[in-house]
T-cell receptor
Framework: GESVGLHLPTLSVQEGDNSIINCAYS??????FIWYKQESGKGPQFIID?????DKRQGQRVTVLLNKTVKHLSLQIAATQPGDSAVYFC???????????FGAGTRLFVKA | DAGITQSPRHKVTETGTPVTLRCHQT?????MYWYRQDPGHGLRLIHY???????DKGEVSDGYSVSRSKTEDFLLTLESATSSQTSVYFC????????????FGPGTRLTVT
C-alpha cells in the first residue's frame, strides 16, 4: 500500500554541523513532496517542497533532494542551530489529490 | 503565520459525550482539513473540505463528522466520544489540492476519560 516512512526516528547532531534527514516513499504516482517542521506544542510548519520534475531544491539553509529511481527524499539542514530542534515530517501527494500522506517523523536534537 | 485558529485548545470530556472542535481561517483558502496526530502514526486525515458544504472522508473518518457552512469555518464533531479518540487534532488549509502546501493551526488536545 501507499506509505511514507522515515529511516531514523531520532537524529542527534552537534550545533554547526549539517543534518540529513531521510525519507522513503512507495507511491510512484506521487509527484509532490513536502517537508514540515513541528516544534513541541505547535502545529507543523511548511519548510520546503519539491515536485517530481526536479531533483534538488534549495531554500534558506535547507536543501531537499529527490531520487525518484529509489523513491527516496532527503532534507539537508546546513549549520544546524538549536532552533532547528524539532520533529521533521516528510509528506507526499499528487497533482489534484486531496490526501497528503505523512511519515511518522524524525526528531532532531541539536547539541550545543 | 497563516491566519488559522482552533478552539478550544484543550478539552477533557467523558466517554459518550458529543464534542465539537472549531477551525477558523482568515486566508480565504478553499481547502480545509482535519487531522489527528498520535504517537507512532504521524498525521492522519479525518475529513477534508473542498468548498462550502463540500466535504469528504479521509482515512480515519469513523466516529467523526464535519460541516462547513462558511468558507472560514470548518467544524469537526465527535458524535459520541470514545477513549480511542484521545488525540491532538490539527486543522489545516490550502489554496489548492495536491501540489499545494498546507498551513496548520496550533492544534487541540482532546482527552476522553
Amino acid at each position: 500500500g501507499e506509505s511514507v516512512g522515515l529511516h531514523l526516528p531520532t537524529l542527534s547532531v552537534q550545533e554547526g554541523d549539517n543534518s540529513i534527514i531521510n525519507c522513503a516513499y512507495s507511491n510512484s504516482a506521487s509527484d509532490y513532496f513536502i517537508w514540515y517542521k513541528q516544534e513541541s506544542g505547535k502545529g507543523p510548519q511548511f519548510i520546503i517542497d519539491i515536485r517530481s520534475n526536479m531533483d534538488k531544491r534549495q531554500g534558506q539553509r535547507v536543501t531537499v533532494l529527490l531520487n525518484k529511481t529509489v523513491k527516496h527524499l532527503s532534507l539537508q539542514i546546513a549549520a544546524t542551530q538549536p532552533g532547528d530542534s524539532a520533529v521533521y515530517f516528510c509528506a507526499e501527494n499528487h497533482t489534484g489529490g486531496f490526501k497528503t500522506i505523512f511519515g511518522a517523523g524524525t526528531r532532531l536534537f541539536v547539541k550545543a | 503565520d497563516a491566519g488559522i485558529t482552533q478552539s478550544p485548545r484543550h478539552k477533557v470530556t467523558e466517554t459518550g459525550t458529543p464534542v465539537t472542535l472549531r477551525c477558523h481561517q482568515t486566508e480565504n483558502h478553499r481547502y480545509m482539513y482535519w487531522y489527528r496526530q498520535d504517537p507512532g502514526h504521524g498525521l492522519r486525515l479525518i475529513h477534508y473540505s473542498y468548498g462550502v458544504k463540500d466535504t469528504d472522508k479521509g482515512e480515519v473518518s469513523d466516529g467523526y463528522s464535519v460541516s462547513r457552512s462558511k468558507t472560514e469555518d470548518f467544524l469537526l464533531t465527535l458524535e459520541s466520544a470514545t477513549s480511542s479518540q484521545t488525540s491532538v487534532y490539527f486543522c489545516a488549509i490550502s489554496e489548492g489540492a495536491g501540489s499545494y502546501e498546507q498551513y496548520f493551526g496550533p492544534g487541540t488536545r482532546l482527552t476522553v476519560t
